[in-house]
């Protein structure tokens, strides 16, 4: 790598390269924002021969996504095989310095246009006082010029001011002219490098993420491949689905893993653009059968549900592989591996390294071999009961509600099918979320919040009328009213994992029996996806060693 180089350009160089379309605005830099008043105590700065500070400039053959020229002026594309600046520090004032003094129109982002033509160089001023100013409604005719028409105005135009101020006008040009840019070239560095170079200068602003970078590093507009758009577009046909709340880090992890069986940010970041473009369509077919199949085959309605969005990574690896529907070998291997992931807090740390070890497994799964685990699952009801704290965020907790949701949990009004929604599901508190047992009824029975507040006295449902009529009313009263309405009560309940109302103690109000059932109802349910391995029957015996121990020490 060479070292960054200090350099310099005058004035004509600079703007000859920004107008050959040699000077880039990158992407990831922010919009142009500084005001004409800013812009022109710059000019004011230039004019007097201060310092204004250095340029940045990433020299390089590669073509980023550039979303904007300097001052959103259409300025021509380079030549391929040609070198490229794009900068990285010094966006706001190369954009003050082009736009001052060609006097080109600037549309900002807010649909506002400033015009710096209206830039203007006062003759009457001494060298102390502001020279370049924005309004000359107060100034007397023939004691001002317009910084556009100084630089590139005739001789003509500039002879008919009088005579007292021609030296001084000679004199401005010349040192705009003259004026010698300081600039730092960065030459020869990967993508990864520049932008951490762009990060640690921009100290005070927001990191980078990967998929910025990416954005910018694989554009090609001869291909036509945008990585923004092309997320975009495949978010607008996720929301129909309720998918649309995956990330984008999600899709490089993908792309990343088909290419390398890698996804560390280091590995994301050097992947070849033309590999990268060429694997997209396809991986993006992968990741949406992933999708249909976690709707279809797991009936998991909407991604707020998924105990990991990055769940859909290693399903899509497995569907890039083997696009049509899995065989009979591989449908009970997958859901193994879904539910082992999902209530063992697979992918809550690490998650690249682990995402790394875990397309392995699916591709023996692939090869219709069972994979190897290194982490137990416990289903058994007492675990259930223990370890069932109800919050939304936890993995286990969705899992669980994905067991729900499988089972296309039904009204209790009218047994109609609950409509799930991702807004619905962001806070604990969703419409979607309904204690059976009120919280308010058990905690005036003195009931403790960790046994009221667990995921197996939890059901889905849609009807916030629902809520208005339980209230804390115990549910042998207001089961009582829905068993009325609903005639099909019993199909009802059971799309809830409630059995039998009064084996479930529902008509007595016996909370416990009913979580005692219910987690039998949920672990039968789950041995059902599960394959049972001896690496969980070994950690089973071990915390029943450990309870036993507890059990003595305390008598």
């Given at each position: 790598m060479i070292l960054p180089s200090p350099t310099h350009s005058n004035y004509t160089n600079l703007l000859t390269d920004i107008e050959r379309g040699q000077v880039k605005i990158p992407q990831f830099q922010r919009d142009f924002v500084w005001t004409m008043q800013k812009s022109a105590a710059l000019l004011d700065s230039i004019?007097?021969?201060?310092?204004?500070?250095?340029?940045?400039?990433?020299?390089?053959?590669?073509?980023?996504?550039?979303?904007?020229?300097?001052?959103?002026?259409?300025?021509?594309?380079?030549?391929?095989?040609?070198?490229?600046?794009?900068?990285?520090?010094?966006?706001?004032?190369?954009?003050?310095?082009?736009?001052?003094?060609?006097?080109?129109?600037?549309?900002?982002?807010?649909?506002?246009?400033?015009?710096?033509?209206?830039?203007?160089?006062?003759?009457?001023?001494?060298?102390?006082?502001?020279?370049?100013?924005?309004?000359?409604?107060?100034?007397?005719?023939?004691?001002?010029?317009?910084?556009?028409?100084?630089?590139?105005?005739?001789?003509?135009?500039?002879?008919?001011?009088?005579?007292?101020?021609?030296?001084?006008?000679?004199?401005?040009?010349?040192?705009?002219?003259?004026?010698?840019?300081?600039?730092?070239?960065?030459?020869?560095?990967?993508?990864?490098?520049?932008?951490?170079?762009?990060?640690?200068?921009?100290?005070?602003?927001?990191?980078?993420?990967?998929?910025?970078?990416?954005?910018?590093?694989?554009?090609?507009?001869?291909r036509e491949f945008d990585l923004a758009e092309k997320f975009e577009e495949l978010v607008a046909r996720l929301e129909p689905l309720d998918y649309e709340t995956v990330s984008d880090a999600t899709?490089?992890?993908?792309?990343?893993?088909?290419?390398?069986?890698?996804?560390?940010?280091?590995?994301?970041?050097?992947?070849?653009?033309?590999?990268?473009?060429?694997?997209?369509?396809?991986?993006?077919?992968?990741?949406?059968?992933?999708?249909?199949?976690?709707?279809?085959?797991?009936?998991?309605?909407?991604?707020?549900?998924?105990?990991?969005?990055?769940?859909?990574?290693?399903?899509?690896?497995?569907?890039?592989?083997?696009?049509?529907?899995?065989?009979?070998?591989?449908?009970?291997?997958?859901?193994?591996?879904?539910?082992?992931?999902?209530?063992?807090?697979?992918?809550?740390?690490?998650?690249?390294?682990?995402?790394?070890?875990?397309?392995?497994?699916?591709?023996?799964?692939?090869?219709?071999?069972?994979?190897?685990?290194?982490?137990?699952?416990?289903?058994?009801?007492?675990?259930?009961?223990?370890?069932?704290?109800?919050?939304?965020?936890?993995?286990?907790?969705?899992?669980?509600?994905?067991?729900?949701?499988?089972?296309?949990?039904?009204?209790?009004?009218?047994?109609?099918?609950?409509?799930?929604?991702?807004?619905?599901?962001?806070?604990?508190?969703?419409?979607?979320?309904?204690?059976?047992?009120?919280?308010?009824?058990?905690?005036?029975?003195?009931?403790?919040?960790?046994?009221?507040?667990?995921?197996?006295?939890?059901?889905?449902?849609?009807?916030?009328?629902?809520?208005?009529?339980?209230?804390?009313?115990?549910?042998?009263?207001?089961?009582?009213?829905?068993?009325?309405?609903?005639?099909?009560?019993?199909?009802?309940?059971?799309?809830?994992?409630?059995?039998?109302?009064?084996?479930?103690?529902?008509?007595?109000?016996?909370?416990?029996?009913?979580?005692?059932?219910?987690?039998?109802?949920?672990?039968?349910?789950?041995?059902?996806?599960?394959?049972?391995?001896?690496?969980?029957?070994?950690?089973?015996?071990?915390?029943?060693?450990?309870?036993?121990?507890?059990?003595?020490?305390?008598?």
């Amino acid at each position: 790598m060479i070292l960054p180089s200090p350099t310099h350009s005058n004035y004509t160089n600079l703007l000859t390269d920004i107008e050959r379309g040699q000077v880039k605005i990158p992407q990831f830099q922010r919009d142009f924002v500084w005001t004409m008043q800013k812009s022109a105590a710059l000019l004011d700065s230039i004019l007097k021969g201060y310092p204004v500070g250095t340029f940045i400039f990433w020299s390089t053959k590669d073509r980023l996504r550039s979303v904007r020229d300097l001052g959103n002026t259409p300025l021509p594309e380079p030549k391929d095989g040609e070198t490229v600046s794009f900068v990285l520090d010094g966006q706001q004032r190369l954009t003050s310095l082009y736009a001052s003094l060609r006097g080109i129109k600037v549309e900002r982002n807010s649909g506002k246009t400033d015009d710096f033509a209206d830039m203007f160089i006062t003759l009457d001023t001494g060298e102390d006082d502001q020279i370049v100013v924005t309004e000359v409604g107060d100034l007397v005719e023939g004691t001002w010029i317009r910084l556009r028409d100084l630089i590139h105005g005739s001789f003509q135009q500039l002879a008919a001011y009088p005579a007292c101020y021609h030296e001084r006008l000679s004199e401005y040009r010349r040192r705009i002219e003259s004026y010698d840019f300081s600039i730092i070239l960065v030459k020869d560095v990967p993508i990864d490098v520049a932008t951490e170079i762009f990060t640690r200068i921009n100290v005070g602003g927001k990191p980078l993420s990967v998929f910025e970078i990416m954005v910018a590093k694989t554009y090609d507009e001869s291909r036509e491949f945008d990585l923004a758009e092309k997320f975009e577009e495949l978010v607008a046909r996720l929301e129909p689905l309720d998918y649309e709340t995956v990330s984008d880090a999600t899709l490089l992890q993908l792309v990343s893993l088909i290419l390398t069986k890698d996804c560390k940010k280091q590995t994301i970041l050097k992947l070849g653009k033309v590999a990268f473009i060429d694997t997209w369509p396809r991986a993006v077919d992968a990741f949406e059968r992933a999708v249909e199949f976690f709707r279809n085959s797991y009936r998991i309605p909407v991604s707020q549900l998924l105990p990991y969005n990055t769940l859909l990574v290693p399903f899509a690896y497995f569907f890039y592989h083997h696009p049509d529907k899995p065989s009979a070998d591989q449908r009970p291997l997958l859901e193994d591996f879904f539910w082992r992931c999902s209530l063992g807090g697979r992918y809550s740390s690490a998650v690249e390294s682990k995402l790394a070890q875990d397309v392995r497994r699916i591709d023996r799964i692939l090869d219709n071999k069972s994979p190897d685990y290194d982490w137990a699952v416990d289903i058994s009801p007492d675990f259930l009961l223990d370890n069932g704290w109800f919050n939304a965020g936890r993995s286990s907790i969705k899992a669980i509600l994905c067991l729900y949701a499988f089972h296309q949990p039904k009204s209790f009004s009218d047994n109609s099918i609950v409509s799930i929604r991702n807004y619905w599901l962001k806070q604990a508190n969703s419409k979607n979320y309904h204690h059976f047992f009120p919280r308010a009824y058990l905690g005036k029975k003195n009931v403790e919040e960790w046994r009221i507040n667990n995921i197996l006295n939890i059901t889905i449902v849609d009807d916030y009328l629902n809520k208005r009529e339980i209230r804390a009313k115990p549910p042998a009263t207001y089961m009582k009213t829905f068993k009325k309405s609903n005639k099909v009560l019993a199909t009802t309940m059971a799309s809830h994992l409630i059995g039998d109302l009064d084996g479930f103690g529902v008509w007595e109000n016996d909370y416990d029996t009913f979580l005692a059932e219910r987690a039998r109802l949920v672990s039968e349910e789950l041995s059902k996806r599960i394959i049972s391995r001896q690496i969980d029957t070994d950690g089973q015996a071990a915390r029943d060693d450990d309870y036993e121990e507890e059990a003595v020490s305390f008598e």
